[in-house]
Protein backbone atom coordinates (compact mmCIF):
# COMPACT_ATOMS: atom_id res chain seq x y z
CA UNK A 1 0.00 0.00 0.00
CA UNK A 2 1.05 3.26 -0.75
CA UNK A 3 -0.27 7.42 -0.84
CA UNK A 4 0.52 9.64 -3.55
CA UNK A 5 0.49 12.91 -3.47
CA UNK A 6 0.05 14.72 -6.65
CA UNK A 7 2.74 17.79 -6.02
CA UNK A 8 1.13 19.84 -8.88
CA UNK A 9 -2.36 19.66 -7.27
CA UNK A 10 -1.53 20.34 -3.76
CA UNK A 11 -2.00 23.18 -1.91
CA UNK A 12 -0.45 22.00 1.47
CA UNK A 13 -3.99 23.21 2.84
CA UNK A 14 -3.13 20.50 5.62
CA UNK A 15 -6.82 19.35 5.75
CA UNK A 16 -5.65 15.61 5.02
CA UNK A 17 -3.76 16.04 7.92
CA UNK A 18 -6.42 17.12 10.14
CA UNK A 19 -8.96 14.93 8.62
CA UNK A 20 -6.89 11.63 9.18
CA UNK A 21 -7.29 9.66 12.44
CA UNK A 22 -4.18 9.44 12.70
CA UNK A 23 -2.75 12.60 10.88
CA UNK A 24 0.20 13.80 13.07
CA UNK A 25 1.73 10.39 12.88
CA UNK A 26 1.65 9.46 8.96
CA UNK A 27 1.05 13.18 7.44
CA UNK A 28 3.60 15.89 6.94
CA UNK A 29 2.63 18.80 5.35
CA UNK A 30 5.58 21.82 4.30
CA UNK A 31 4.30 23.60 1.45
CA UNK A 32 2.90 20.26 0.30
CA UNK A 33 1.43 16.75 1.54
CA UNK A 34 3.68 13.97 1.98
CA UNK A 35 2.58 11.07 3.81
CA UNK A 36 5.00 9.10 5.96
CA UNK A 37 4.72 6.12 8.85
CA UNK A 38 2.04 4.44 6.46
CA UNK A 39 2.13 1.53 9.19
CA UNK A 40 -0.01 3.80 11.56
CA UNK A 41 -2.76 4.15 8.29
CA UNK A 42 -5.99 2.59 8.97
CA UNK A 43 -6.70 2.33 5.01
CA UNK A 44 -9.79 4.23 5.69
CA UNK A 45 -9.12 6.77 2.58
CA UNK A 46 -10.57 9.75 4.55
CA UNK A 47 -7.40 11.60 3.49
CA UNK A 48 -8.29 11.06 -0.37
CA UNK A 49 -12.04 11.52 0.12
CA UNK A 50 -11.75 14.83 1.98
CA UNK A 51 -8.63 16.67 -0.65
CA UNK A 52 -10.03 19.70 -1.93
CA UNK A 53 -7.85 19.58 -4.73
CA UNK A 54 -8.07 15.39 -5.89
CA UNK A 55 -4.30 15.19 -5.14
CA UNK A 56 -4.30 11.99 -2.92
CA UNK A 57 -4.31 8.55 -4.80
CA UNK A 58 -4.53 5.48 -1.78
CA UNK A 59 -2.85 2.53 -4.12
CA UNK A 60 -3.84 -0.68 -2.28
CA UNK A 61 -2.15 -4.31 -3.30
CA UNK A 62 0.25 -2.77 -5.49
CA UNK A 63 2.51 -6.02 -6.27
CA UNK A 64 5.86 -3.55 -6.65
CA UNK A 65 5.39 -2.68 -3.30
CA UNK A 66 7.09 -5.21 -0.69
CA UNK A 67 4.59 -4.18 2.41
CA UNK A 68 3.51 -0.80 3.72
CA UNK A 69 5.70 2.19 3.08
CA UNK A 70 8.32 3.59 5.51
CA UNK A 71 10.74 6.61 4.62
CA UNK A 72 14.25 6.05 6.09
CA UNK A 73 13.79 8.05 9.26
CA UNK A 74 11.36 5.15 10.04
CA UNK A 75 13.79 2.53 9.50
Excluded: F
Excluded at 4 to 28: L, Q, S
Amino acid sequence: MRIEVDAEKCTGCGICKEECPKGAKIWDVDKKAMATNLRYCHLCTICASKCPEGAILIIRDDPNEPGKQDTEKDI
